[in-house]
């Protein structure tokens, strides 16, 4: 099919903009795909192995917004391009009603929005990770500490920013910091939890979503959750924002227990730690996901174990065992006597290292990573910085990873479709919804597939964790208590004659 | 100036990137401001990391305007 570029010079937009005038023009009718990407030499790489950039495309500056479209002819990409333009012209030009500074116009630096809002103590940047750093410093600068949400930030620029703002009483939430719960407050993906006694500090934003709502489920809450970003446990990175974490949480009078979590540190950082929180005052429980020694869920019960003074408990299901059995039984009678394969499909980079270990600590032939995807077994993150370059987040838009439920199930082996829906601020208002149709696609291509999910958030949360569930069962989908259990129910199904 | 810590009270927050955070926290009353940014000079990386090294908040942010409007800096 034909494929058409238009370029709009200087006409940055962010990603989830992008995202929508992608929907816009792909419901024009006569157009088969479309993109809205800015003009990045890594978006023109992306849309050329997607067969959308054409041999004359023109060159594109990083502000430039670069769209491809692939139509039945010139008029049908054509009317694309104007549906873009009118999604644009009908987008707010102003805040939201209610958005403080709505009456004035937008500020459109850090240091004029500084001016807007002086006692501002705490920048929260997204924009692209070409040009976060330089935000970041010079939010540093103005003396205010740093939630950095974006990804694809070099690793010595995380250090330069982490060890400036150490040396001005700063901290730096990031780069890649999905959540954090600051006295209350969500930043990023974070979910409604209540307030309480237990702190965390996380080099893994889901891996913070799923201790503080299981903490939440279990009746307690969250003090502040401090996200700290995933290569801060690298022995390069040397774990400099975790031990301020620490040290923020061992001050803090409203914390009694601290949990830290994280994927395995480097050597010389685990050392380190572990001997910061022997010195602290305060339990402090530790869990490094992928170390193949117990769960983020593990973590939060115990968390709540030392808070009440009670012993832990430790559990592979929640539900009892003749339960399990049967579930096992019910879900595996469509599946054939082949080979069983678990496929993995996630939007949480910790969440994802969890199912992850949990297959190699039980089956055969688990891919080693979450990206590559070689191995019968395997699960993939698709919130990894090779696949969020010029998207949305996953959690923000499926888009992506239905067509990879859809692609990791045409696989004959493929017998277990393995989910994480994480729901909470700033996540897609119906994450349950949007998989739906690639569950049924999935299905329609692998008759007997079994789907086990498990779903990250509170009653609390604006989807409203009971409906989302609702929704899933109603569709077939086992929904287990936690990520860690819903793995091991892979794994039961995968392997059914044992354990 | 000595910095607020980080868990000495609820955040006043700037945000520069995706609205829908901004628009969160103004759901929840906590106080905000979403910048309007954009990529100074073009999306030229260098440039906007030579800006953000500048420590006067005025002179940079007459400069980011300059820049914004300046047409795309030849490249190698």
Sequence with gaps: MPVWNFVWRSAYHDSVTLMRLTRDMEAVPGVARAAAMMGTPQNRALLADAGLLTEGSPDTAPADLLIAVAADDEMAARGAEAAALGALRSRPAEPRPGLPGAAARRPRTLASALRALPDASLALISVPGLYAAAEAMKALRAGLHVMLFSDNVPLEAEIELKRLALSRGLVVMGPDCGTALIDGVPLGFANAVPRGRIGIAAASGTGLQEVSTLVARYGEGISHGIGVGGRDLSDAVGGLMMSRALALLAEDPATEVICVIGKPPGAAVAARLTSEAERLAKPCIMHFVGSGQGSLEDCARAAVARARKEGPLVTEFTLPAPEIDQLVAEAGRGLGPGPRFVRGVYCGGTLAWEARSILAAALPDVAPDVTTGAGANRVVDLGEDIFTVGRPHPMIDGTVRREWIVRETSDPGAAVLLLDVILGYGAHPDPAGELVPAIERARAQRPGLAVVASVVGTEADPQGRAAQVAKLAAHGVIVMPSNAQAARLAVRLARPTSG | ?76
């Design chain 2, 1 to 76: 100036v000595v910095a607020r810590g980080l868990l000495a009270g609820p955040p006043q927050v700037i945000s520069a990137g995706l609205e829908l955070f901004a628009a969160t926290l103004a759901s929840l009353d906590v106080p905000v401001i979403h910048v309007d940014w954009r990529p100074a000079g073009d999306g030229d990386p260098r440039l906007a990391r030579l800006l953000a090294e500048l420590s006067d908040d005025l002179i940079q942010e007459l400069l980011e305007e300059v820049a914004r409007h300046l047409p795309s800096i030849p490249r190698r």
